[in-house]
Nanobody, 123 residues
Framework: QVQLVESGGGLVQAGGSLRLSCAAS????????MGWFRQAPGKEREFVAT????????DYADSVKGRFTVFRDNAKNTMYLQMNSLKPEDTAVYYC????????????????WGQGTQVTVSS
């Protein structure tokens, strides 16, 4: 079992930055892939970023490439999503997720999910 807890969401103006955290506990390890997803009202959950638990092989959705960075603090067992140059269309509930196996962009392939954190970007 893997437990995930997100934090760091909030309200920010367009062009601003936020850093989301995903604290992991339980059976995490190098054979796990981690992901960030988001869901806006009335829309399906969509892929944002993924990487291996080791921090290698980051992959990003085209919509966030160059603005968002996913990384891990080994000492804190925490994954982060640094979000810069935020846009109103980035407004959504952001979720972190974990799966055993390869990095993956499909939400339904992830077995473990956090509770989500709201990000609101005002124009």
């Amino acid at each position: 079992q893997v437990q995930l807890v997100e934090s760091g969401g909030g309200l920010v103006q367009a062009g601003g930055s936020l850093r989301l955290s995903c604290a992991a506990s339980g059976r995490t390890g190098s054979n796990y892939a981690m992901g960030w997803f988001r869901q806006a009202p009335g829309k399906e959950r969509e892929f944002v970023a993924t990487m291996y638990w080791s921090g290698t092989r980051p992959d990003y959705a085209d919509s966030v490439k160059g603005r968002f960075t996913v990384f891990r603090d080994n000492a804190k067992n925490t994954m982060y999503l640094q979000m810069n140059s935020l846009k109103p269309e980035d407004t959504a509930v952001y979720y972190c997720a974990a799966r055993m196996g390869l990095i993956d962009r499909i939400p339904s392939d992830y077995a473990y999910w956090g509770q989500g954190t709201q990000v609101t970007v005002s124009s």
